[in-house]
């Protein structure tokens, strides 16, 4: 297949904006290509993939979804990079040199025009259901191509309703594991890896800091600077150290060296690449029953799922940690979300919308 990946609208690839958009557009682009397939990249201006053909494309970036409430109407911004993109995917898509549209971008836009694309458009859907205009977008979309919809997870399908869920193929996510070292021996330290925000559960970061008493490493963007003041000042024990956003390689360094990564998020996260990059090093992952994260985690054996917004239960399972081998976690991550599988897993997905 000759196919146009279109990124997401919320930042240039490389800059951390896109959380695990931006490293499932890389997997997916080197996997599709080892696979004999061709790929282009549409992606806002400042963009970067190494080893693939990128078009870069100016404009102004969107608010990002997930700081949009339900009823909010979605704005389009002024010369919008969004805008801007998809008139690049069309022009590209009329050309007759591509089969497939593959879009990541969580925007009505690529949901709701894509029957005035020539050719057939693909939906990776990277979050939950957030916005009624989004949903209806979505909605839209999967009605008109049933095929054309796939998510991460059991869990993010269902938030979409299940008019969505039934029409969605769930392709999980994968990374290349090769990628992440194996650590045996961990220190003490917890991780916890994604953007600074409310979603995120910063409150309950520090909360698991200041009750197991034990140093937690955040690696991520600093998204949302209040939330993260106002969770020192409510736990001022709490050892908890921004290190920053780390490019894949130096952040695989410092999490395989760590005792657990907890994932302590409010909302439904659609999936959590983050819990699988932790378990590629060998680093359990330490879960809210809630979202992807728990078609993940195999309780007792790569990790714990425990009770949403439970610090104490996140607490409890910190000291139960000796029980999880780390060896399994790393076993677990190559078995089911290697790039190879996951490639797979769309590559299957995509000829199936492109025979449609
Ligand atoms: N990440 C990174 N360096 C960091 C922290 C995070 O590269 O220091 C990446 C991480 O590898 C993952 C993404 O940021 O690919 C976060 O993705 P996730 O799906 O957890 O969150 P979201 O997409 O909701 O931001």
Redesign the pocket.
């Known amino acids: 297949m000759r196919i146009i990946l279109l990124s997401t609208s919320v930042g240039a690839l490389g800059s951390?904006a896109g959380?695990?958009?931006?490293?499932t557009v890389q997997t997916l682009a080197n996997g599709l290509v080892s696979r004999g397939h061709s790929v282009v990249i549409v992606a806002p201006r400042g963009s970067f993939v190494a080893g693939h053909r990128m078009i870069e494309v100016a404009g102004a970036t969107h608010t990002p979804s997930?700081t949009v409430n339900r009823t909010q109407a979605l704005v389009v911004p002024n010369n919008s990079v969004l805008v801007n993109m998809w008139q690049r995917v069309l022009q590209l898509a009329g050309s007759g040199d591509h089969d497939i549209v593959l879009n990541f971008s969580y925007d009505a836009l690529p949901f709701t025009a894509a029957a005035e694309c020539p050719i057939a458009v693909a939906h990776l859907v990277?979050?939950g259901s957030l916005n009624n205009e989004m949903d209806a977008a979505v909605r839209l979309a999967a009605a008109s191509s049933p095929h054309c919809v796939a998510m991460h997870s059991e869990a993010q399908a269902a938030t979409f309703g299940t008019a969505v869920a039934r029409h969605t193929t769930v392709v999980a996510s994968g990374i290349d594991v090769d990628a992440y070292h194996f650590v045996e021996a961990a220190g003490d330290d917890l991780a916890f890896?994604?953007?600074i925000s409310a979603e995120?559960g910063i409150a309950d970061v520090f909360a698991v800091a200041a009750r197991s008493g034990r140093r937690v490493l955040a690696?991520?963007?600093m998204q949302d600077r209040a939330v993260w003041q106002q969770a020192q000042e409510q736990y001022p024990s709490a050892r908890v150290e921004h290190?920053?956003?780390?490019?894949?390689d130096e952040?695989q360094q410092h999490l395989g060296v760590c005792a657990a990564l907890i994932m302590v998020h409010r909302w439904v996260?659609?999936?959590?690449?983050?819990a699988i990059?932790a378990l590629a090093c060998g680093v359990p992952v330490i879960t809210y029953d809630r979202g992807g994260p728990v078609e993940i985690v195999r309780d007792g054996l790569t990790g714990f799922v425990v009770p949403a917004d439970n610090v104490d239960a996140v607490v409890a399972a910190v000291h139960r940690l000796g029980t999880i081998s780390r060896g399994e976690c790393r076993k677990d991550a190559n078995q089911r979300f290697s790039a190879q599988a996951f490639t797979g897993r769309v590559e299957a997905w995509l000829e199936s919308v492109v025979r449609r």
């Open positions: 951390g959380g695990g958009v931006e490293l997930q990277s979050m890896v994604g953007r995120k690696f991520g963007v290190v920053g956003f780390l490019a894949t952040l996260e659609a999936f959590g690449i983050v990059e």
